[in-house]
């Protein structure tokens, strides 16, 4: 069973609608033992980080999140909450993944939203992905890239396209917006 995490953020249903297209049946749920017991979660999300986080503790998903030993897959506010910290709302963060998450300086139009290549491609989640493909972003906050990042984007700076650490995986981008290659990134997911 594959269980995506229900906590207050969006876009939880597209990410459902493309896991089932996929073939896997998939459950949205806040149980802690539902989640423990799944072959893999997903921690999708669209929406402000003080918010989700104050959800996540209050239903003691924190805790949860950090000790899930299946693969994990963290999309957008989901990446940025796996950090240790999001300028966003000066929030501390689940801690996973050794990076801050920064606003980005409104050089050029933020958000950053639409497609975009991403490159240094390391990581299982990217079987048959090519450096250089494009997959859709939008966020106005991102990650900054350390020993953990797995992809880069450059929109104003360079930061981490994607993000994994042991059993933990993460996607700035929407893999389940990106067509075929978003497709593919979430089957290689599946598969592990």
Known sequence: MIAIVKYNAGNITSVKNAVERLGYSCVVTDDETLLKQADKVIFPGVGEASTAMNYLKEKGLDEVIKNLTQPVL?????????????????????????ATVKRFEPKLKVPHMGWNNISDLNSVLYNGISDQDDFYFVHSYYAEIGKETTAICNYIVPFSASMEKDNFFATQFHPEKSSSLGEQLLLNFLKL
């Open 74 to 98: 963290g999309i957008c506010l989901g990446q940025q909450l796996l950090c240790q910290f999001s300028e966003e709302g000066n929030t501390e963060c689940l801690g996973i993944f050794d």
